[in-house]
């Protein structure tokens, strides 16, 4: 049965950036709005944010997020007296070709029918991604469907996955080379949920990476029930603040982590936060 694989339960990540995004009238997508997509609706203010997930799994938060869009709008949570914005997001919903594609594109069918996506403020289609041929993917998606952010949770199991996830990243928050892929603007950030302690070497070795190798600006996003009361928690803090390999069996923590390319300009920022993350001594 489903229950078998990763693919097939709902883990306590995705419960955690669910809410997380959707906490205090939607305070931590609030945030990453104002903070991040300043200029996403002097873009095009209808425009939805278009949002891929990855290992979507049961579909369980696109189809949550549909839910708690629906209540809030039956809410007038939205309206223009509130000042916040509304949750108006169009995801694709992504898993391995399949067993795991069958049971999402099954579950997302049943309570998403195609009758209800033309008025709802989080629409959801499903579609198969090969991450070793995620740049083939990247390139085939249309300008105007171009993401502008990569959600995912609790995505490594085994040190291959590293190397497949970190080119799933770069494939996304980074312009290729070849024409097709160039002409898609970058997704501005990853929003990573990522368990803690359920194997610190793939921990360490991943975020560390990430910084130090690949050149990436990695956060943990901290606290907050506005959008004003959050903090971004830079890598190397959380390294020198999380007891790894200090426990056999450390407590479990799902974090919510950041992930995007350095700003214009914060290339010196970025080179100094790796000398501190090498500072630590951590191996990797």
């Known amino acids: 049965g489903p229950g078998h694989w990763t693919g097939g339960q709902v883990w306590p990540a995705a419960r955690r950036i669910f809410d997380f995004l959707t906490a205090g009238d939607a305070a931590g997508w609030r945030f990453l709005k104002q903070r991040f997509l300043p200029d996403a609706d002097a873009e095009d203010a209808a425009r939805a944010t278009h949002v891929l997930e990855l ?73 198969v991604l090969d991450w070793c041929d995620v740049r083939a993917f990247a390139a085939a998606v249309p300008t105007e469907e171009r993401f502008d952010i990569v959600v995912g949770s609790d995505l490594l199991y085994h040190r291959v996955h590293i190397d497949l996830l970190r080119e799933v990243f770069l494939a996304f928050l980074r312009s290729g080379d070849d024409e ?6 970058p997704a501005r950030f990853v929003l990573y949920c990522h368990t803690f302690h359920r194997y610190d070497i793939l921990d360490l070795t991943f975020f560390n990476h990430l910084v130090c190798d690949v050149g990436l600006c990695v956060h943990e996003v901290c606290g907050g029930d506005t959008e004003v009361a959050f903090e971004l928690k830079p890598w190397s803090q959380v390294l020198a603040e999380e007891s790894f390999m200090d426990e056999l069996f450390g407590t479990h923590r799902p974090a919510v982590m950041l992930i995007r390319p350095p700003p214009p300009g914060g290339e010196a920022a970025l080179a100094e936060e790796a000398a501190k993350v090498r500072s630590l001594g951590r191996d990797f």
């Open 180 to 185: 097709a892929s160039s002409s898609t603007r």
């Open 55 to 127: 290992g979507s799994g049961t579909g369980w938060l696109g189809l949550n997020l549909r839910q708690f869009a629906r209540h809030r709008r039956g809410n007038d949570a939205s309206s223009p007296s509130s000042g916040a914005p509304p949750l108006r997001w169009a995801m694709t919903l992504t898993e391995q070709a399949g067993d795991a594609m069958d049971w999402l594109v099954l579950n997302v069918d049943e309570h998403h029918p195609a009758t209800a996506a033309a008025d709802a403020d989080v629409t959801m289609k499903c579609d």
